[in-house]
């Protein structure tokens, strides 16, 4: 059996134990009270009141007297690193969450031109028969995101962009005339998500939502794509959709909180 780990002359005791004391707080914790904060660090009662007074001093938490509680303050501590992300690296984490939970594999695009481009992927098994991966471009008009994008853009710009793309069939189910797929995304502009079926190719359905930025404005897609095979219409929608609506909104409040745009897609 290993040992303790020697971490030497350059570990700060002091600095560890002051951060297990701020993370002794959480969402089941949001208050405590001394002795509280002393059982769940393993502190003694005199240290764990230093630690907090000290952090109160610093404004990163507040006190009644009785109960301690972390201030909002305390955000800037991941400021600095969540704001030097970008937006797939901000993402990848909350798709790796949506993947164990739904069991699919889930992306993130963006609009160039009249593709998608694959930004960000978290993959379970392979379903379709070109391999996807960061950097791979799909015609945006027969896919789940690409419909997305396309519906979030500006009516000017949408008609720019259709009128410089071949609606080219894949599959049977495509659509390929520029009043149908017109009319497919006022749907999806209407009900804030888009469903392919079987159009980029045969057995692959997805669903996707879009991911805005602080000013509204849709900067990239996220979908989750399954084997129709496996999943129906109807699964999809009442199975799928909510868990991927959850993680856009959590990758939004992250995009929210540090200001990172649409363009921030590589360092």
């Known amino acids: 059996m290993d040992g303790p780990v020697d971490r030497g002359s350059d570990h700060v005791q002091s600095l560890a134990r002051g951060l297990s004391v701020i993370r002794a707080f959480g969402a089941a914790t949001p208050e405590l009270t001394l002795s509280e904060v002393a059982r769940a660090t393993g502190l003694t009662r005199a240290a764990a009141r230093r630690f907090l007074l000290t952090l109160v001093d610093l404004g990163y938490v507040r006190t009644d007297g009785r109960l301690f509680a972390l201030s909002p303050r305390v955000l800037e501590l991941g400021y600095a690193y969540l704001s030097g992300l970008s937006l797939p690296e901000m993402a990848e984490p909350h798709l790796a969450r949506l993947v164990a939970e739904v069991r699919e594999s889930a992306s993130m695009a963006v609009l160039d031109g009249g593709d998608i481009v694959y930004v960000a992927r978290v993959a379970t098994t392979r379903i379709m028969r070109v391999s996807i991966d960061i950097g791979t471009r799909f015609p945006a008009h027969c896919t789940s995101m690409g419909r997305v994008l ?12 259709l009128g410089r793309a071949g609606l080219r069939g894949f599959t049977a189910r495509t659509l390929t005339t520029p009043s149908a797929l017109r009319a497919e995304l006022d749907r999806v502009r209407s009900q804030g998500w888009a469903m392919v079926d079987q159009e980029l190719e045969e057995g692959l359905r997805s669903v996707a939502v879009p991911v805005r930025d602080r000013s509204g404005r849709v900067v990239a897609a996220m979908n989750i794509s399954s084997h129709a095979s496996q999943t ?14 959850a993680a856009a909104a959590r990758v939004e409040a992250d995009l929210h909180a540090t200001g990172v745009t649409g363009t921030a897609f590589s360092r």
């Not at 396309?150 to 962009?161: K, V």
């Open 150 to 161: 396309l519906a979030g853009l500006p009516a000017g710009e949408l008609d720019a962009r």
């Open 232 to 245: 129906t219409v109807e699964s999809v929608r009442s199975d799928l959709l909510p868990p991927l609506l």
